[in-house]
């Protein structure tokens, strides 16, 4: 069974580090997502792919988070310089469509400290 | 923006009883209404979903109903089993502009004690 794939799956950085995650969505997936969720909480939407093209970043702390999706397939999520308030799960999740079933990686866990 | 409230925050029932967790949202818009559930150190995968064109669906033990004018959906789990404790996420999919984004509630703790 295709699922998204996310790497790594834990990081612990200290603060003002650079830390960067990837993802690979299941082929064909043209919508890719990142998501933040912190213990106890749910996904909190920080960017949304449609192919290439960002649609969505409003929740994305532009001073020090960026992604990118160059060839429309798999993604990278930036943050620079990391933050203590920075630690959560980073889920990435992809779909055929932004109407149908998003699929979840497995995540990564950062910790800053 | 779309925002999703969901309640309870955590639900404790018997083996066997039902439970029920039920959702509002804001946009009147949002027209695709999923449900994930989150294991314990897992990721969210999908139960069930309905769409704004009908009014309840349902897959063996887990149904959801929907309420366009009230804006509310609800998920029913009955005959709860313990495997079924998880949190449990609802979700909107809503236009942000010309696309559409996926917002998420906070999540239902749901303990089925055996």
């Known amino acids: 069974e295709a699922e998204v794939a996310q790497s790594p799956r834990y990081k612990i950085t200290e603060k003002s580090q650079a830390v960067a995650f990837w993802c690979d969505p299941i082929?064909?997936?043209?919508?890719l997502y990142w998501y933040r969720q912190i213990l106890g909480q749910g996904p909190e939407l920080l960017v949304q792919?449609?192919?290439?093209?960002?649609?969505?970043d409003s929740q994305l702390p532009k001073d020090r988070f960026s992604a990118e999706r160059l060839k429309g397939v798999d993604s990278t999520l930036k943050i620079q310089p990391a933050e203590l308030g920075d630690s959560a799960m980073y889920l990435c999740?992809?779909?055929?469509?932004?109407?149908?079933?998003?699929?979840f990686g497995q995540g990564t866990r950062l910790t800053v400290v | 923006g779309e925002n999703v409230e969901q309640h309870p925050s955590t639900l404790s029932v018997q083996e066997g009883d039902s439970a029920v967790i039920k959702c509002t949202y804001s946009d009147s818009a949002s027209n695709y209404f999923p449900w994930y559930k989150q294991e314990l150190g897992k990721r969210p995968q999908l139960i069930i979903d309905i769409r704004s064109n009908v009014g309840e669906k349902k897959d063996q033990r887990i149904a959801v109903t929907l309420n366009k004018t009230a804006k509310h959906f609800s998920l029913h789990i009955t005959e709860t089993q313990p495997e079924d404790s998880a949190v449990y996420f609802c979700?909107?999919?809503?236009?942000?502009?010309?696309?559409?984004?996926?917002?998420f509630g906070k999540g239902t703790l749901l303990t089925v004690n055996p």
């Open positions: 979700a909107a999919s809503n236009p942000g502009g010309s696309n559409y984004k996926l917002t």
């Open positions: 999740a992809s779909s055929l469509g932004v109407r149908a079933e998003a699929f």
């Open positions: 082929s064909g997936h043209a919508t």
């Open positions: 792919f449609q192919d290439e093209s960002v649609v969505d």
